[in-house]
């Protein structure tokens, strides 16, 4: 059973840091592009970073210069290096996996569980 099972999450001052972490495990042949998002209480769930499997990366406007998303393909894990954080950066943030799995080489999207970041003003 594929699972991306992440970590890092917590409560910091504004300007501080934390940095995600999302390991992925489970019957996986090849990890496509990954990617994080973030939803925050009463709002729609919105990308803030993603990466392809070469290193490509993209981010939203909103954490341009503040956050780094990076991989490591051999240990199957995807992190976000949050920077400068703001209330408003506030959210459960969820990491998320384009995945190739080794039954039959099927393609699944799998999804974390999800990640609390609390940043106090």
């Known amino acids: 059973q594929v699972q991306l099972v992440e970590s890092g999450g917590g409560l910091v001052q504004a300007g501080g840091s934390l940095k995600l972490s999302c390991a992925a495990s489970?019957?996986?042949?090849?990890?496509?592009?990954m990617g994080w998002y973030r939803q925050a209480p009463g709002k729609q769930r919105e990308l803030v970073a993603g990466i392809t499997r070469g290193g490509s990366t993209n981010y939203a406007d909103s954490v341009k210069g503040r956050f780094t998303i990076s991989r490591d393909n051999f240990k199957n894990t995807v992190y976000l290096q949050m920077n400068s954080l703001k209330p408003e950066d506030t959210a459960v943030y969820y990491c998320?996996?384009?995945?190739?799995?080794?039954?039959?080489?099927?393609?699944?999207?799998?999804w974390g569980q999800g990640s609390l970041v609390t940043v106090s003003s």
């Open positions: 998320n996996a384009d995945v190739i799995l080794m039954e039959r080489l099927r393609s699944l999207k799998v």
């Open positions: 489970g019957g996986i042949a090849r990890l496509n592009a």
